[in-house]
């Protein structure tokens, strides 16, 4: 079955920090990755995702995320937060045609100003 | 603006009663889907609904009812036999399934009192 695993449930930065959010994700066969924000009191809201091709992809508000197939991963990175980025963040997967996205259990990131 | 809306933003609920939160999209989607946002546990699918007249249970549906006669709405019933109804519930849609990116609503908060 499908899984995603987020390990950071909490991650607390100084503004100007480099960030790095690990997803894993368990399926053998071809997946969609996504990772969504969802800021205090709003939606969730796409910040990247990959569907195929360049494994480096570029997203929203300077984050980019690396999918590695060897690694089952595909982690979110930043290289400079601001107190803006405070908010929760989602790792999902889905599979073409069967009309689920499965949602890791999110990390709670908190920038210090 | 094209969107999902949620409506109420809040709602309380006493035991036992069955009450309905309406999802309204205006993005000519024909996947639409309920989630279940709980704290520490990430989204977890209720239902969704790939086209009208036509849906399908996720991980959780046990206490939970929708239905789809229009392509733009897919309500959700949480009935009396729900055994923790409080939480976050969360609507989305998405163009194909699982083959693109999902959209969210608002969502909306319930409470059982």
């Known amino acids: 079955a499908q899984s995603v695993s987020q390990h950071n449930h909490h991650v607390i930065l100084s503004e100007a920090a480099s960030l790095e959010l690990g997803c894993n994700y368990s399926y053998g066969g071809t997946v969609n990755l996504f990772w969504y924000v969802q800021y205090p009191g709003q939606h969730l809201q796409l910040l990247l995702k990959y569907f195929s091709g360049d494994p480096l992809v570029k997203g929203i508000k300077g984050f980019e995320a690396e999918f590695i197939k060897s690694k089952f991963s595909f982690n979110l990175r930043k290289p400079s937060v601001q107190w803006s980025d405070t908010a929760e963040y989602f790792c999902?997967?889905?599979?073409?045609?069967?009309?689920?996205?499965?949602f890791g259990t999110g990390t709670r990131l908190k920038v210090l100003a | 603006d094209g969107g999902i809306t949620q409506s109420p933003k809040y709602l309380f609920r006493k035991e036992g009663q069955n009450v309905t939160l309406s999802c309204e999209q205006n993005?000519?989607?024909?996947?639409m889907y309920w989630y279940r946002q709980d704290p520490g546990q990430g989204l977890r699918l209720i239902y969704y609904?790939?086209?009208?007249?036509?849906?399908q249970k996720g991980d959780i549906a046990e206490g939970y009812s929708v239905s789809r006669e229009k392509k733009e709405s897919f309500p959700l019933t949480v009935t009396s036999a729900q055994k923790n109804p409080t939480a976050f519930y969360l609507c989305a849609s998405s163009m194909t399934g699982g083959g693109g990116e999902a959209f969210f609503g608002q969502g909306t908060r319930l409470t059982v009192v």
């Open positions: 609904s790939q086209i009208v007249n036509d849906f």
């Open positions: 999902a997967s889905s599979t073409s045609g069967t009309y689920k996205y499965i």
């Open positions: 993005l000519n989607h024909d996947a």
